[in-house]
């Protein structure tokens, strides 16, 4: 079974840090670009990063660049989102997905981030 699952988020107050953990089982990620999406409430879902899956080159949405960092880890077929200068803006479900496009149908559950006060 192809699967992804999310891990790492949860409550932070604005300026603080995260780490979000996308790891694989059933596939291998070196061969597929990874890519991060965020849902808020009400909202569309965004493409936040896109890492590539041959070598490790990065992308990012212009609200996020400069303070997230997308890194993958292939001896442990995962795939990390570093979040820094977080703000309340940054709530959101995020989700890793098995490409950059938002096509994929390998996409994890999701884990909730909140920034707030």
């Known amino acids: 079974q192809l699967q992804l699952v999310e891990s790492g988020g949860g409550l932070v107050q604005p300026g603080g840090s995260l780490r979000l953990s996308c790891a694989a089982s059933?596939?291998?990620?070196?061969?597929?670009?990874i890519g991060w999406f965020r849902q808020a409430p009400g909202k569309e879902r965004e493409g936040v990063s896109c890492?590539?899956?041959?070598?490790?080159?990065?992308y990012y949405a212009d609200s996020v660049k400069g303070r997230f960092t997308a890194s993958k880890d292939n001896a442990k077929n995962t795939v990390y989102l570093q979040m820094n200068s977080l703000k309340p803006e940054d709530t959101a479900v995020y989700y890793c997905?098995?490409?950059?496009?938002?096509?994929?149908?390998?996409w994890g559950q999701g884990t909730q981030v909140t920034v707030s006060a």
């Open positions: 890492i590539a899956g041959s070598d490790g080159t990065s």
């Open positions: 059933g596939f291998t990620l070196y061969y597929y670009h």
């Open positions: 997905a098995a490409d950059c496009t938002g096509s994929s149908n390998i």
